[in-house]
Structure formats: structure tokens, C-alpha cells
């Protein structure tokens, strides 16, 4: 029974270490999300500016990249060039969702940085991002034809994130 006492504590810390190496492994990109595949939300959100605002109809009829910013968020920063880059792409339409901003700011973001999107909602209590699953921003989705959330990136959008995630996804879409 002693030596038992004495061999607990090894055997709980060999377990816990095991549990955290497994940990480790794993992508911290790769959240999942309940939504791949399935209709993307029910949503109506006010117009920011003087631009269209956003509803789930918009989503509808081409293939659709949504990505949600706010202008406090540096890694939308760091992303907002790579969405220069893909704005007016003929593949697909690029709308923006204003999580959790003041519209000023957001609207101050846009006027340095520049204006991507074709639309912009205002997401102001987050209620759009929580119906998305979003953990933070940035984070972008994308849209099928039917308004199916068919991928999710989670943190600002790279080339290389472009090139072999969503592109290869975009012609399979038909996008």
C-alpha cells in the first residue's frame, strides 16, 4: 500500500504529461465548426456608410467570401492587404461583417487602409459572429452558391492560406 503512495504521483504526472504532448499536436488553426456544410445563418445587418448593408439573400446565387473585422483588431490589420489583393475578383464576391466595432472606426479603418468589400454590415453586439461560431477575429468564411458555409479560416488570410485552401475550393465551387 505504501509503495502505491509513492507511485501515484508518478503515474498521474506521466498521464497529464501525455495528455498535454497530444495537445501539441494539434493545429491551433484548426477549430471546428458545426456549420461546415449547412446553411449559413439567418442575419440582416445594417449598412455601414453609405454601402449596402448584409443579409443571409445576399449570400445566395455566387460564391461568397465573408470575413469579419473590426478596426481593434491588428491581425485584421496585418490581413486587410491580402483582401485588397482579392477584391473584385471575378470568382466570387468579398463582403465584410464589422464585429463588434463603433461604425466610425470602422469607418476610419477603411478610408486608410482601403474598402474590399462589395457590402459591409454592422455586427455591433456580435450576434452575427456568435451565430457563425466566430472566436475572434479575423476570420473568414466561405460561401457556396446555395449560402453553405463550406470553409472557415480562422485568423487573418494569407497567399498561402488563398492559394492552397480557398482557391482550390473556389474552382471545385465552380467560383
Known sequence: MRRLLY???ALLFVLLAGYFALGLQRDPQKLP?????????????????????LARADLV???TLVNFFASWCAPCRIEHS????????????LVGVAYKD????AEKLLGQLGDPY???GQDRDGRTGIDFGVYGVPETYVVDKEGRIRFRQVGPLTAEDYEQKI????HQLGG
Open 167 to 170: 482557391l482550390p475550393l473556389l
Open 82 to 93: 491580402m483582401l485588397m489583393r482579392l477584391a473584385g475578383g471575378a470568382r466570387f464576391d
Open 7 to 9: 507511485i501515484s504521483p
Open 61 to 63: 446565387g455566387k460564391v
Open 102 to 105: 463603433k461604425p466610425q472606426d
Open 33 to 53: 465548426s458545426a456549420l461546415i456544410d449547412k446553411p449559413a445563418p439567418e442575419f440582416a445587418l445594417e449598412a455601414l456608410g453609405g454601402r449596402p448593408g
Open 118 to 120: 462589395q457590402r459591409i
